[in-house]
């Protein structure tokens, strides 16, 4: 079992920066990727960034290319996300995952609860 917090989220104007933390514990995280969703009101959660094992690759949706950073750190059992040039649909609860390698919310097996973050003009 792997269980999964997210932290960092709030309010921030359009323009800013957010930087979301994931603190793994349970089993090493080095034994899984990790990844993070989002979801706004209304909507599907969707991919936003996922990194492997031990964090050579990473992968982004094409609307955050760019702006968003995904990294971890295994010693640490932590993945962040740093978010740059933020925009109002941004907005969105954002999801840490683990334990899956694609980019559907289906292909993960563990889920944090989720931290919101609000982009404001």
């Known amino acids: 079992q792997v269980q999964l917090v997210e932290s960092g989220g709030g309010l921030v104007q359009a323009g800013g920066s957010l930087r979301l933390s994931c603190l793994a514990s349970?089993?090493?995280?080095?034994?899984?990727?990790m990844g993070w969703f989002r979801q706004a009101p209304g909507k599907e959660r969707e991919f936003v960034a996922r990194?492997?094992?031990?964090?050579?690759?990473?992968y982004y949706a094409d609307s955050v290319k760019g702006r968003f950073t995904i990294s971890r750190d295994n010693a640490k059992n932590t993945a962040w996300l740093q978010m740059n040039s933020l925009k109002i649909e941004d907005t969105a609860v954002y999801y840490c995952?683990?334990?899956?390698?694609?980019?559907?919310?289906?292909?993960?097996?563990?889920w944090g609860q989720g931290t919101q973050v609000t982009v404001s003009s």
């Open positions: 990194i492997s094992l031990n964090g050579a690759w990473t």
């Open positions: 349970g089993r090493p995280s080095s034994t899984y990727a």
């Open positions: 995952a683990a334990g899956g390698l694609g980019y559907a919310p289906d292909d993960y097996s563990y």
